[in-house]
């Protein structure tokens, strides 16, 4: 059966996933896209359902069909491949780390927010703390994450919460203020504190730091967006770190 009225429940509820009171209530966000949907069913995530639109000619395994205008009711992109998955959000305690993490603080940019995990993923930092933070599961967040949403713990909580949970990890703290990170040799275990697109880390964060580090620039350019400077950091954190090995 197809379902074709943009009124129907299913799709209403659908739909609903990409704001963040829809998210909140029903505990779960979409996936969208063949490769994300795939990736997604190869992770631990558990998934809700898959819809597909109409014509859509891959894999339909445990899914509804939906019409064009009611698969366009659901979809948040502006080429749809025709295929979005509902899928359970995760509620991870906030708790120590096992190993080196990352705390975003105050990232208000969801796509920012996204591109942070999925570098994060890629280099090797699977647990990420956030305050105050964007929705790491809104639509556009999902998209920048490429899949490192699935591959990460994403611990949610307080400042205060989070701060507790790192206790004893020495803190990181990426400011335009610090020390040269190329040469600086960070501890075996740590924690990279990364501060808002507009106003940086929170003074509660920057209090508890145990080290300042910076990214040199030259010529005119006064900062790095915040996703990018994460990602120069995290790496270079990493190597320097294996280098004293």
Same mark, same amino acid.
């Given at each position: 059966?197809?379902?074709?009225s943009k009124q129907n429940p299913v799709v209403k509820a659908l739909?609903?996933?990409?704001?963040? #009171?829809?998210?909140?209530?029903?505990?779960? +966000?979409?996936?969208?896209?063949?490769?994300? $949907?795939?990736?997604?069913?190869a992770s631990d995530m558990e998934i809700v359902l898959v819809a *597909?639109?109409?014509?859509?000619?891959? &894999?339909? &395994?445990?899914?509804?069909?939906?019409?064009?205008?009611?698969?366009?009711?659901?979809?948040?992109?502006? =080429?749809?491949?025709? $295929?979005?998955?509902? *899928?359970?959000?995760?509620?991870?305690? $906030?708790?120590?780390? &096992?190993?080196?993490?990352?705390?975003?603080?105050?990232?208000?940019?969801?796509?920012?927010?996204?591109?942070?995990?999925? =570098?994060?993923?890629?280099?090797?930092?699977?647990?990420?703390?956030?305050?105050?933070?964007?929705?790491?599961?809104?639509? #556009?967040?999902?998209?920048?994450?490429?899949?490192?949403?699935?591959? =990460? #713990?994403?611990?949610?909580?307080?400042?205060?919460?989070?701060?507790?949970?790192?206790?004893?990890?020495?803190?990181?703290?990426?400011?335009?203020?610090?020390?040269? *990170? +190329?040469?600086?040799?960070?501890?075996?275990?740590f924690c990279l504190c990364i501060g808002s697109e507009g106003s940086?880390?929170?003074?509660? $964060?920057?209090?508890?730091?145990?080290? =300042?580090?910076?990214?040199?620039?030259?010529?005119?350019?006064?900062?790095?967006?915040?996703?990018?400077?994460?990602?120069?950091?995290?790496? +270079?954190?990493?190597?320097?770190?294996?280098? &004293?090995?």
């Amino acid at each position: 059966m197809v379902i074709v009225s943009k009124q129907n429940p299913v799709v209403k509820a659908l739909a609903a996933l990409k704001e963040k #009171k829809g998210r909140r209530e029903r505990g779960t +966000f979409l996936v969208e896209g063949e490769k994300m $949907v795939r990736e997604c069913r190869a992770s631990d995530m558990e998934i809700v359902l898959v819809a *597909v639109r109409e014509d859509y000619e891959g &894999e339909a &395994e445990g899914t509804i069909v939906l019409g064009r205008d009611a698969f366009a009711a659901v979809s948040d992109e502006k =080429t749809p491949q025709g $295929v979005i998955a509902e *899928v359970k959000i995760p509620h991870p305690a $906030v708790a120590p780390p &096992e190993k080196s993490c990352l705390l975003l603080d105050g990232l208000a940019d969801p796509a920012n927010v996204g591109a942070v995990i999925r =570098t994060a993923a890629a280099a090797g930092y699977r647990e990420i703390y956030l305050a105050d933070c964007a929705d790491p599961y809104a639509p #556009k967040s999902v998209r920048a994450s490429m899949s490192g949403v699935f591959y =990460t #713990k994403l611990m949610r909580g307080s400042r205060e919460e989070i701060l507790r949970a790192l206790e004893n990890v020495p803190m990181i703290a990426a400011d335009m203020g610090g020390e040269d *990170v +190329f040469p600086f040799v960070p501890p075996e275990k740590f924690c990279l504190c990364i501060g808002s697109e507009g106003s940086g880390l929170s003074d509660d $964060v920057k209090k508890r730091a145990d080290f =300042t580090v910076a990214i040199p620039m030259e010529g005119s350019v006064e900062s790095l967006n915040a996703a990018v400077s994460a990602g120069v950091l995290m790496y +270079f954190l990493k190597k320097n770190k294996e280098s &004293e090995l």
